[in-house]
C-alpha cells in the first residue's frame, strides 16, 4: 500500500488538502454568523436606534415655538358705557408759522425801517436789505455812503407780543467777520416793559459756534457758547428755544444743547416781541464781532419761523424740518 506524504508547499493540491480547507471554511463561516447573531440580540435598543438613525442621516432637532412677529390679542369689547382711554389732546390754538414766502407783505412779521444813530448798531434798518430768496427771506447787510452810519442792516419783527412756549427757526446765518445773526424775543423800554431778552445769535467770524443768551430786567444773566458738529453758514438748520416760568431749554436740530439751572431767578417773565436780524456793529463792537471784513451784500437766510404756545400744540418748523 502507498504511504501517504505531506504535500510540500509549493507543490500542487492534493485532495487531502482540498477537503481540510473546506471543512475549517465551513466552521469559520458558522462561528461568524453565531458571533454576530449574539452581538445584535445584546445591543440596546438605543445603540441599533442610533445605527439606523446614521445610516438615515441627522435627525432635526424639535422646532422650538414661533412667537414672532408678535400678533396683538383681538381687543375686548369694554362694558356698556366705558370709553377707552386716549391721551387728551392739546389744545391747537395761539401759536403762529410762516415760512416767510412774502417776507415784505408777511402776516406776522414786519420790517424794522429806521436808524440806528447812538446804538450799538452800526446800520439802519432799511426794508430794501430784505428779499425774497430760496422760499423765504434773506437779510442782507451793505456799505453804503451819503447816510448817517456806514452801513444798511435787516430786521424783522412781530406786530404782536408773545410768552412762554416754544419758538423755532429754519435759518442758515451770515458769513463773514463782522457780522452777526440773531433769532430772539425782545420787549423793553420802547414799549413800556423791563428789558427781557432770549437770543441765539451767530457771530460770521467763525459759524461753527452758537451763542446763547438770555435777560432779565435788562441784566445779562448766564451767557453760553458752545461749538456745533457743522459749520452753520453752509445750509439751514432747526434752531430752537422753549421758555417756561421755571427756565429755558435750547434747541438745534431737535436736540437740546443748553439749559438753565434749576431755581435760577433770572429766567424772563415779560411777552416779548419775536424778532430776527442780520447786522454789524460799531467799530466798539469789533472786539466781538471781529473787524468789518464781510462781503458786501453778505447776509442770513430764513425759511420758516413758528411760535407754539407752551401746552398748545400749533403747526411749527419742525413739522416738516429733516436734518441735513
Known sequence: MPRLTAPSASGPKTPFRSAKARIAASCTAAVLVAVCLVTATALPQTAQIATVSRAAGPVAPAKAPDFYPWVRPAPVALPEGLKPW???????????????????????FEASNHGNSGSF????????????RSGGAFLEVRRTKGRSLPYTAAEMKSDQHFGYGRYETIMQPARGSGLVTAFFTFTGEPFGDPHDEIDIEFLGSDTTKIHFNYFKNGRKIKPATFDLPFDASAKPHLYAFEWRPDGITWFVDGEPVYATETGDKGIPSHPGKVMFSAWTGIPQMAGWHGPPLFRDGSGAQFNCVSFTPLGHDTPKCSDSYEAG
Open 86 to 108: 386716549a391721551r387728551a389732546s392739546k389744545p391747537r390754538k395761539g401759536g403762529f408759522i410762516t415760512q416767510l414766502n412774502a417776507p415784505l407783505a408777511d402776516t406776522v
Open 121 to 132: 448798531y452800526g446800520g439802519d434798518w432799511l426794508p430794501d436789505n430784505i428779499l425774497s
